[in-house]
């Protein structure tokens, strides 16, 4: 498909343990972005990369979380220490320079 | 920090009426977009407006990105059961895309046939 792919699509992990989440953008698109929804809510920004660089990683909540893109394509958003407070859907979003957001399917994080 | 509120929380309509849904911010957005989330999906993606005062059409849907810049509204013609979700506006606080969007709350829309 075209489309923005995200794995896994669920993750079930204890207090405590480490977690990887990745993004395949849409090919082409420069722009790659990481969102947090919880349940009931919008989606909330955590970091944007344009190519190989975080642009803006204000939306990080703490050090526990990190992200990567090291050849400007595929992301990896990392969470280290993870808390029951961090179980929410993941959602990635790619787009062109000046261009609407497309998002993928997310990850569904459910930290027990 | 740059909140939108979305107006209403939820609706329960008619198959066939028509609903609308607005969204207001504290602050001037360059650029709305309208989401539709289903159950288990990302958001995918209706109207995006550029332009102070522009009205879009896509299909029943029509949105329009208010002059002051810190409003949208959202219009869904002749509804139909498929038409079931959530809706977010997101803006963006500079011109086009390449920024980071914030979201309302979402409205979540229950047709009944």
């Known amino acids: 498909g075209a489309g923005v792919s995200q794995t896994p699509s669920n993750k079930v992990t204890e207090k405590g343990k480490y977690v990887e989440l990745r993004c395949d953008p849409i090919s082409g698109h420069t722009a790659l972005y990481w969102y947090r929804q919880s349940l009931g809510q919008g989606p909330e920004f955590l970091i944007y990369?344009?190519?190989?660089?975080?642009?803006?990683d204000s939306g990080l909540p703490n050090d526990r979380f990190f992200a990567v893109r090291p050849e400007g394509s595929v992301s990896t958003l990392k969470i280290q220490r993870t808390e029951r407070g961090d179980s929410a859907v993941y959602l990635c979003?790619?787009?062109?320079?000046?261009?609407?957001?497309?998002f993928g399917p997310g990850t569904r994080l459910l930290v027990l | 920090g740059q909140q939108l509120n979305q107006s209403p929380q939820s609706m329960f309509i008619q198959e066939g009426e028509d609903v609308s849904m607005n969204c207001t911010s504290s602050s001037i957005f360059n650029t709305w977009l309208w989401y539709k989330q289903d159950p288990g999906e990302g958001p995918v993606l209706l109207i995006a407006?550029?332009?102070?005062?522009e009205l879009t059409s896509n299909g029943r849907l029509t949105a329009q990105f208010g002059i002051t810049r810190k409003d949208s509204f959202l219009n869904i013609s002749a509804s139909i059961p498929s038409d079931v979700g959530i809706y977010f506006c997101a803006g963006q606080p500079t011109q086009g895309g390449s920024e980071k969007l914030v979201f309302g709350k979402g409205m979540k829309l229950t047709v009944n046939p």
């Open positions: 979003a790619s787009s062109f320079i000046q261009g609407p957001l497309y």
């Open positions: 407006l550029y332009k102070a005062g």
């Open positions: 990369f344009q190519g190989t660089g975080a642009a803006d």
